[in-house]
């Protein structure tokens, strides 16, 4: 069975930088589409950042130039660095993983059937 894990959160003040990890496994054939959603208290979850298994890259308005998603093919690890941290993306982050490609054209979270547990991200001002 597909396993995603998540590490790497923690707390950091306004403009520092974390790198959350993803580790995955149970599969042979790669995912069409991994990606970062995060989910802050009371709000729905959102879609960040998506690579397709050939490196196609797409992110959020709100994370453009500040977070970068790849990839570590030989690890089945998906990564997520985030750089110049607002207090607006204290969220819970989850990785996810669909082998359809709805899960890359739509990008909403109902498109992809595979989740880790998450790891927190708080940002102090």
Excluded: H
Excluded at 32 to 57: D, H, L, N
Excluded at 102 to 120: K, P
């Amino acid at each position: 069975q597909v396993l995603l894990v998540e590490s790497g959160g923690g707390s950091v003040q306004a403009g520092g930088s974390l790198r959350l990890s993803c580790a995955a496994s149970g599969y042979i054939n790669r995912p069409y589409c991994m990606a970062w959603f995060r989910q802050a208290p009371g709000k729905e979850r959102e879609g960040v950042a998506y690579i397709t298994r050939s490196g196609t890259t797409k992110y959020a308005d709100s994370v453009k130039g500040r977070f970068a998603i790849s990839q570590d093919n030989a690890k089945n690890t998906l990564y997520l660095d985030m750089n110049n941290l607002k207090p607006e993306d204290t969220a819970m982050y989850y990785c996810a993983a669909d082998w359809g490609t709805r899960s890359w054209l739509d990008g909403q979270q109902r498109t992809f059937n595979y989740w880790g547990q998450g790891t927190q991200v708080t940002v102090s001002s």
